[in-house]
């Protein structure tokens, strides 16, 4: 027997997707004419690698876009946060505090760059890293000693903080930034999901020292696989530019490599068609929004979940649209996807907290009772821009 709550839920969406055979995935790439031509001239040019004039333009064009001086253009999102991680000092031996709240990225990057996470409760109204949260937790375990924060637990470095902008929701960031500089811990912005996402006037990835953004094919714009870092700072970025080129210095022929780099740079060819994306950002984010709207009316009215919402001073470019469950529909989040997906609606909950993930379980960080609880509540619609 189906409860009539779902079923309610399903006519809820159903004012979005219509009743009809066609499967509804959670988010769709927007591809046309346009990214045919553009990776058809590239392919014409013979400049398909990693080096060539649509990544420079690319870069630019992010550049232009974020307000970001400096744009170095990579492989994918989690290559831009390992560099990125590097780019502030993270080594060997360190611990970087993330939220397990996230895509397993965020946390595997740290562990590229050597270090451990540390992760640190969310708070429920952006789903981002809880600034109350982390002050408790530096104030608890954290002594500085000789400009170096030291977690007294582990004996460890604390190097950097990772804020993530979930689904494009802006994060307390300001706030969180202002903590790191208190004690001196640099902020490494996960804007993954965040192209196009604002805090007041400034592009979310550019308010910590370093950013990153991913172009995976299920961001609201993709270069098939890529990623791009995001910072003002000069000597960081030409730093991050570097070992992500496989720390080869440059000269006309000759192959002098200064220390063990990366190939992580963005191939020509994903940047053709990053470009031909990125020209469609703007009216991306404005099908969204307006996307928004309808779950928002659709669902007014309906006891049984509601529609997140972000800050005033904000703007969400609604990457993914989540919904929290209540009532009747709470602690039934899975048998509720399973009917969804029955019913070809492909809805997804939230990433499993990566605090319970196998890897991370023994993870030094204090209690995560906000994380689990939204896990428990978060599902996430379909999100396309064509359903607007
Ligand atoms: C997608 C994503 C990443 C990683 O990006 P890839 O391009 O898939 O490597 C990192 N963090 C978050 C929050 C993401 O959503």
């Not at 080869?248 to 940047?271: K, S």
Request: one cysteine or more; charged letters at 20%.
């Amino acid at each position: 027997m189906i409860p009539g709550p779902f079923r309610r839920f399903e006519a809820v969406i159903r004012h979005v997707c219509r009743t009809d055979d066609k499967a509804y995935p959670l988010h769709e790439p927007d591809l046309g004419e346009e990214e045919r031509n553009a990776v058809d001239a590239c392919l014409r040019s013979g400049w398909v690698s990693s080096i060539g004039p649509m990544v420079e333009a690319m870069e630019g064009e992010l550049g232009r876009i974020t307000g970001s001086s400096h744009v170095i253009a990579t492989v994918n999102g989690t290559a831009a946060l390992h560099l990125a991680l590097i780019g502030v000092g993270v080594g060997q031996g360190d611990e970087v505090i993330v939220p397990p709240l996230s895509f397993v990225a965020t946390a595997n990057a740290v562990v590229h760059a050597g270090a451990t996470p540390h992760f640190v409760d969310v708070e429920p109204d952006s789903f981002g890293i809880d600034p109350e949260a982390l002050r408790k937790r530096l104030g608890l375990c954290a002594r500085v000693s000789g400009g170096r924060v030291i977690n007294q637990e582990t004996g460890r470095r604390i190097a950097a903080i990772v804020p993530v902008h979930i689904f494009g929701l802006p994060c307390r960031i300001d706030e969180i930034r202002a903590i790191g500089g208190e004690f001196g811990i640099p902020v490494v912005e996960d804007a993954a999901e965040a192209l196009g996402s604002f805090c007041g006037e400034r592009h979310c990835g550019t308010l910590g020292e370093v950013g990153i953004i991913s172009f995976n094919g299920n961001k609201i714009v993709t270069t098939g696989g890529g990623g791009a870092v995001l910072t003002n700072d000069s000597e960081i970025a030409s730093r991050i530019k570097h070992i992500g080129t496989t720390a080869r210095v440059g000269h006309r022929w000759r192959y002098w490599h200064d220390q063990v780099g990366f190939n992580f740079r963005l191939p020509n060819i994903n940047a053709a068609l990053g470009c031909a994306q990125l020209n469609k950002l703007s009216m991306l984010v404005m099908k969204k929004n307006f996307l928004l709207q309808k779950y928002q009316s659709a669902f007014d009215g309906f006891s049984d979940a509601e529609i997140v919402s972000v800050r005033q001073r904000d703007r969400w470019n609604c990457w993914l649209i989540p919904v929290r469950l209540q009532g009747d529909l709470q602690g039934q989040i899975e048998p509720l996807v399973d009917y969804l997906h029955d019913r070809k609606l492909l809805v997804r909950p939230l990433w499993a907290p990566l605090h319970t993930l196998p890897m991370y379980r023994g993870s030094p960080g204090g209690e995560m009772p906000r994380a689990e609880e939204l896990a428990r509540r978060i599902v996430c619609l379909p999100s396309s821009a064509n359903l607007a």
